[in-house]
């Protein structure tokens, strides 16, 4: 069966630190992988999306960046982070459907 | 640009109570609709809607789809604490892989 991991569960960092977190998806092929990210009492906002290694749709032009290095690993990147980029960013995958299958989340706070 | 409406936006009712939440949608070229629930962590998959009038069940919980009216209904019935929750529902954009979220439905079981 397919399982879904993202780390770290929980970071703070300061205002102006470099951000990485990772998503690995196992017991699947050529998933399609998704980055949201969901602010306190908002509803889930849709990063990046990407359909195979190396290709990255961008949907909100922000200081975040995404990469695709390996087939089931998907990586959310930040040079500096802002204020405004505390939230929780949930992974998601999905293979021949539109159901989207998510991992277990980061909360980010930026302090 | 596609739209996922979702209502009321909080609901507090006793346990025991049945509940509906509501759901309704401008997506272009609409293919199906997407029900999850969300606790304190990811989103879980409920149900994929993509036949008008057909109910699908899961326990307590069903959902059915009106296509003409683009309108799709959860409903919860003998409610327990445990359905406490944000109800999110989300329709595919076509001819990508991309989900649009409502807001959610924060729904409250009170014992």
């Known amino acids: 069966s397919q399982t879904i991991h993202q780390w770290p569960a929980t970071l703070v960092q300061p205002v102006g630190s470099p951000l990485s977190l990772e998503c690995t998806v196992e017991?699947?092929?050529?998933?399609?992988l998704y980055w949201y990210r969901q602010a306190a009492g908002r509803g889930l906002q849709l990063l990046f999306y990407?359909?195979?290694?190396?290709?990255i749709s961008s949907e909100v032009p922000q200081n975040l960046s995404a990469s695709r290095p390996q087939d089931r690993q998907f990586i959310l990147s930040s040079k500096k982070l802002l204020l405004s980029d505390s939230g929780f960013y949930l992974c998601?995958?999905?293979?021949?459907?539109?159901?989207?299958?998510f991992g277990p989340g980061t909360r980010l706070t930026v302090l | 640009e596609d739209k996922v409406v979702q209502s009321p936006l909080s609901l507090v009712v006793h346990e025991g109570d049945t509940v509906t939440l509501n759901c309704s949608y401008e997506?272009?070229?609409?293919?199906?609709l997407l029900w999850y629930k969300q606790e304190k962590k990811a989103p879980t998959f409920l149900f994929m809607l993509?036949?008008?009038?057909i109910e699908k069940k899961s326990g307590r919980l069903s959902s059915i789809l009106d296509k003409k009216e683009l309108f799709s209904i959860l409903n919860i019935t003998a409610t327990q604490t445990g359905d406490s929750a944000i109800y999110l529902c989300a329709g595919p954009n076509f001819g990508n892989e991309k989900l649009t979220f409502g807001t959610g439905t924060r729904l409250t079981i009170i014992p």
């Open positions: 997506v272009t070229n609409f293919r199906s």
């Open positions: 017991g699947t092929s050529n998933p399609n």
């Open positions: 998601a995958w999905s293979v021949q459907t539109y159901t989207q299958y």
């Open positions: 993509t036949s008008s009038g």
């Open positions: 990407s359909v195979g290694i190396g290709q």
